[in-house]
């Protein structure tokens, strides 16, 4: 059984920074795309940064320059370092990832349960 966990969301004042991590457990063989989402109230979730697994990432306009995404294959992790938060950075965070459980399985998507981010003053 294969699950994400996320950690390191909280409230954080405008300005501020937060680090939110992501570790995958269970029976893995193969990791493809990892990444975050966000899901603010009253709105559909979106693509917040997600990194490949050689490294390249791609990042939504609305936090480039901000948020930095990273992954540690051994670890099977990954983090977004998110600094000069703004209120509309104001979400549920999920940790989401591609991977293939067995070998011959094709990649399936798997999420984290979420953690919430609230930046306010």
């Known amino acids: 059984q294969v699950q994400l966990v996320e950690s390191g969301g909280g409230l954080v004042q405008p300005g501020g920074s937060l680090r939110l991590s992501c570790v995958a457990s269970?029976?893995?063989?193969?990791?493809?795309?990892m990444g975050w989402y966000r899901q603010a109230p009253g709105k559909v979730r979106e693509l917040v940064a997600h990194?490949?697994?050689?490294?390249?990432?791609y990042y939504a306009d609305s936090v480039k320059g901000r948020f930095t995404i990273s992954r540690d294959n051994a670890k099977k992790t990954v983090a977004l370092q998110m600094n000069s938060l703004i209120p509309e950075d104001t979400a549920v965070y999920y940790c989401?990832?591609?991977?293939?459980?067995?070998?011959?399985?094709?990649?399936?998507?798997?999420w984290g349960q979420g953690t919430q981010v609230t930046v306010s003053s």
């Open positions: 269970g029976t893995i063989f193969s990791m493809n795309v």
């Open positions: 990194i490949t697994s050689g490294g390249s990432a």
């Open positions: 989401n990832a591609d991977l293939a459980p067995l070998p011959g399985m094709r990649f399936l998507a798997y």
